[in-house]
């Protein structure tokens, strides 16, 4: 069996690590070339937007450890942040000890709006639209019957009155199986489609068409168990509860929580060229749908004295359509992941924000962030003083031992060793 625990994987060479995660993968030359090079043709960009003058490379870099329902993935994270990457692998590993992760996620059903204004007795032109389901579905399902080949489509509606700063609006539903898609364009073609429809029997004009980003039929779960023993004993995971439980009845605390869990979703999603913005819009609303904006994650301790976690969310991202279907990078992500459906995918996205959560979490209850981070920024200044291969390392920990963590210094350090070793 493959196995995604790499010992050393983020000490060996850049082009070590590609070849490992080759093998892992089975990807050919070409996409170990496309991958290493962020192989987006100019070209190819240029019809992706408009007015396209550049491209804007962000690093990919690989979690290890994850082991999600029984099997071993390497996952691809493109992020420009430091630490995301080493904090989700460094969790997977802690999660491994107890079995790793298990996810479950609902059917990809999205939900796609229709405002009607004008309405004369708005009421009624809810409770009729209701009775008309049948016809409005149909009409819908009439707009792309691979789709619904697929065995997607249209497959619920909903209607409510709200009340606004201009009157009552009727607010209709359309919930769309939109199966491996992101599905936002099949969506609004529905949406559209059947406005005609529904203007006839509410009496009323309708104005937006939209999908809704907040996908609370999409939903994507995980949970997995961190052995005290592996967090550092019972008191970190103290430490970690009360931090939890900070977030929970804190909103400034709370929204950095939630973003510490997106670190690892967003990564994903980008990696997979998935439409970061709705995914972090619709996981936002998610956590205050009950009226107070809480955590995603739910951190609680087992019988045993173990952490448990569990993250829930919303997860609108596709594998097919769109640019996760035609950007090369995305594409051969993809096959790293080996993800055979939109919703496989969508639970590994839980999973690596649980982990994320939880490194970031044990980091900021125990030592703090910032000691991870000086390592980083160490290494950094190191290379930025000239230093290659093993000596980044021994001048970062000259460095930070003499906590002086500046260019002069590194190059002081790197002309001592060099003299040493001449
Ligand atoms: C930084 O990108 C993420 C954290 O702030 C998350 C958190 O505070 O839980 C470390």
Same mark, same amino acid.
């Given at each position: 069996m493959r196995t995604s625990?790499?010992?050393?994987?983020? @000490?060996?060479?850049?082009? /070590? %690590?590609?070849?490992?995660?080759?093998?892992?993968?089975?990807?050919?030359? /070409?996409? *170990?070339?496309?991958?290493? /090079?962020?192989?987006l043709p100019f070209e190819q960009a240029s019809r992706m937007i408009e007015n396209v003058v550049g491209l804007m490379p962000v690093?990919?870099?690989?979690?290890?450890?994850?082991?999600?329902?029984? %099997?071993?993935?390497?996952?691809?994270? $493109?992020?420009?942040?430091? #630490? *995301? *990457? $080493?904090?989700? #692998?460094?969790? $997977? @590993?802690?999660?491994?000890a107890r079995g790793g992760f298990s996810t479950e996620s609902t059917h990809p059903v999205m939900i796609g709006?229709?405002? *009607?204004?004008? #309405?004369?007795?708005? /009421?009624? $032109? %809810?409770r009729e639209v209701l009775l008309a389901k049948e016809e409005i579905l149909r009409k819908a399902n009439e707009q792309d019957p691979v789709l619904v080949g697929l065995g997607g489509g249209a497959v619920g509606l909903e209607a409510r009155v709200i009340q606004t700063g201009r009157g009552p609006m009727v607010v209709v539903h359309l919930l769309i199986d939109v199966r491996d898609a992101m599905g936002a364009n099949v969506i609004n073609t529905m949406c559209e489609s059947v406005s005609p429809i529904i203007e006839r029997i509410t009496g009323g004009k309708t104005l937006l068409r939209i999908v809704s980003n907040l996908a609370i039929y999409r939903l994507a779960r995980a949970r997995a168990v961190f052995a005290k023993e592996a967090l550092g004993g019972e008191e970190v995971v103290e430490a970690i509860l009360d931090a939890y439980e900070f977030a929970v009845s804190d909103i400034f605390r709370c929204v950095t929580h939630n973003k510490g869990i997106m670190n690892g979703v967003t990564a994903v999603a980008l990696a997979t060229a998935n439409d970061t913005r709705a995914i972090e819009a619709g996981a936002h609303a998610y956590a205050a749908m009950g009226g107070t904006y809480r955590p995603l994650s739910r951190w609680s301790k087992t019988e045993d004295g173990d952490l448990l976690g569990e993250l829930e969310l919303p997860v609108a991202a596709g594998v097919v359509g769109g640019a996760t279907a035609v950007h090369p990078v995305a594409r051969v992500c993809r096959k790293i992941l080996g993800v055979g459906s939109a919703r496989e995918l969508a639970e590994v996205m839980a999973a690596v924000g649980l982990a994320n959560n939880l490194a970031a979490m044990r980091a900021l209850a125990t030592e703090g962030i910032q000691r991870g981070h000086m390592k980083l920024h160490a290494r950094n200044i190191a290379m930025m003083a000239g230093a290659e291969g093993d000596l980044v390392d021994l001048v970062a920990e000259r460095m930070i031992a003499e906590r002086k963590i500046r260019v002069d210094r590194a190059r002081e350090i790197l002309e001592e060793i060099r003299r040493g070793q001449g």
């Open positions: 625990e790499i010992p050393g994987f983020y @000490k060996l060479p850049a082009e /070590e %690590r590609l070849k490992v995660v080759k093998e892992f993968a089975g990807l050919t030359d /070409e996409e *170990v070339r496309i991958l290493r /090079e962020g192989g690093p990919i870099g690989i979690a290890t450890n994850f082991r999600i329902n029984g %099997r071993d993935y390497l996952i691809p994270m $493109a992020t420009e942040e430091p #630490s *995301v *990457v $080493a904090a989700a #692998s460094n969790a $997977a @590993k802690m999660a491994r709006q229709i405002q *009607v204004v004008g #309405s004369p007795d708005p /009421e009624r $032109a %809810r």
